[in-house]
């Protein structure tokens, strides 16, 4: 069995180090043993190598499951060998990887066209972000604005999002050789399989900065915070989605910045329930007037009192229909109805001279 190399010593890190820190650690070591620059091949391979592992986040969890003898945990059986090895202009450097993408195994082997059939990814855009946003049901009348800070990958300004220091240069990528893409050669006990994945140095991008940005370390962004001020717009309803273009993760190295996705949640309202854009609530109406009739007041969701008009005889249960006094329309224009269900007051505590009168009123077969 060959035991594999401590990468976390390679890289110079602790296992618990954070993403960024091998981050940091991979740009600094790479670009002092880089071969263009008089470092070791060997050293700069392996570099490599133990980045590839550690910077993805299943990869470093196999690794740290199985220990130093990562490249023998089982997959597809029991004690199937996993290494691969990767070739550029004929010289093998061994790597370890699982099968992690089925899809583009199956396409390499029955010859799906890749690069030519193969769906090409940005693979410098920035990730989106989706933020929760709650708001009372009154906020859906006029909309309203949000102030969100956000703790996100923002655009370095030290290079200004391209990776390099400023007034040094891009140069072609050393282990694709400015193609964006290596070859995997997967050994099995039947034979080999390839398939072409993203380089894992230049993530696809075929060129990598001369030297590297002392702030982002070639990255072209850096974690911090920004404050976005936002506008919920009228209408909008519970669980609605609102994409606010290019605010998500910045790109890398001056690419496509992702999107931010704000998630609505609106509040449980006491008086009033919603239904698409329309309102419902009890209309409390006293019992005289439900017999006699007469105009009940009702305040409406914007503090509106308006006056419901209740005929002689008004059963409890009765509908009213109140047009256009309901939430907007999403993006368009108009607003849905409000519907007030009679809810007869019956009196709990009578005065001495209203229980004479409801007794007449029993009398005469009320």
Known sequence: MRKRKDYYKILGVSPNASLEEIRQAYYRLAHKYHPDKGGDPEKFKEINEAYRVLSDPEKRRQYDMYGRVFEEAPTAGAGAETGFEWFFGGKPFDFDFGFEDLEEMVEDIFGFGFPKGRRKRDVKRGKDIEVGIELNLEDTLKGKRETIILEKWIKCQRCEGTGAEPGSKLIECSLCRGTGYVKEIKKIPFGQITRTVVCPQCKGEGYVPEKPCNVCYGEGRIRGKEEISVFIPPGVDNNQEIK?????DAGRKGGKPGNLYL???????????RKGDDLYAKLKVPLTVAVLGGEVEFLTLEKEKIFVKIPPGTESGRIFKIRGKGIPHFGGYGRGNLYLKVEIKIPKRLTKKQKE???????EGL
């Open 263 to 273: 998630r609505i949640f609106v509040k449980k309202h006491p008086i009033f329930e």
């Open 244 to 248: 606010i273009e290019g605010k998500g």
């Open 357 to 363: 009168l409801l007794e007449r009123l029993r009398e």
